[in-house]
């Protein structure tokens, strides 16, 4: 069974600073507690959500600058076209998992939330997900989950949105 997080529950986790930073913004939101899920999609089914209705924070490195692009959970990031909308390089990738945990120890690697403390603002917002009203995303950590509109966080972030996914 899936219910809302209270405050005081989540005082001792990541998600609790990922909280605090979206009420210090301004975003209205629910905070969704789950059993422990390490990818985008087993938090889909954690939720009994939709992998469509799922944003998948991708953490983006060039250099010594990282990016955030948000797609949907069932769907895969096409890195040429993200490439082309940053007008960044062939040095554009993937981080690693030691790079996400190095580099933002507010959260914990593989729930990396779309905003909060210590990240980049998301650059890139899938135009799927501003399809739906709204979206659930990592919160920070393995067992909590932000629910949003995606228009909210493109408002927040100023990201662009636009086709980042591969084709199928």
Do not use: W
């Amino acid at each position: 069974m899936i219910e809302k997080a209270t405050t005081s529950a989540m005082s001792n986790t990541r998600a609790a600073a990922v909280v605090e930073f979206l009420h210090g913004h301004g975003v209205a939101f629910d905070v969704v507690e789950h059993p422990y899920s390490d990818r985008a999609a087993a938090e889909a089914a954690a939720t009994g959500r939709p992998q469509a209705e799922v944003g998948k924070t991708v953490v983006l490195q060039d250099g010594s600058a990282y990016a955030l692009a948000i797609i949907p959970a069932s769907e895969r990031l096409d890195l040429r076209k993200v490439r082309e909308l940053l007008g960044a390089g062939a040095h554009l990738r993937l981080a690693t998992e030691a790079e996400i945990g190095r580099d933002f120890p507010l959260v914990e690697v593989g729930a990396v939330p779309p905003a909060g403390p210590g990240l980049p603002m998301a650059e890139l917002v899938d135009r799927r997900l501003l399809d739906r009203d709204r979206i659930l995303c990592a919160g920070g950590d393995h067992q909590h989950s932000i629910v949003l509109d995606p228009s909210d966080l493109v408002r927040l972030t100023g990201a662009k949105v636009a086709d980042l996914c591969a084709a199928t």
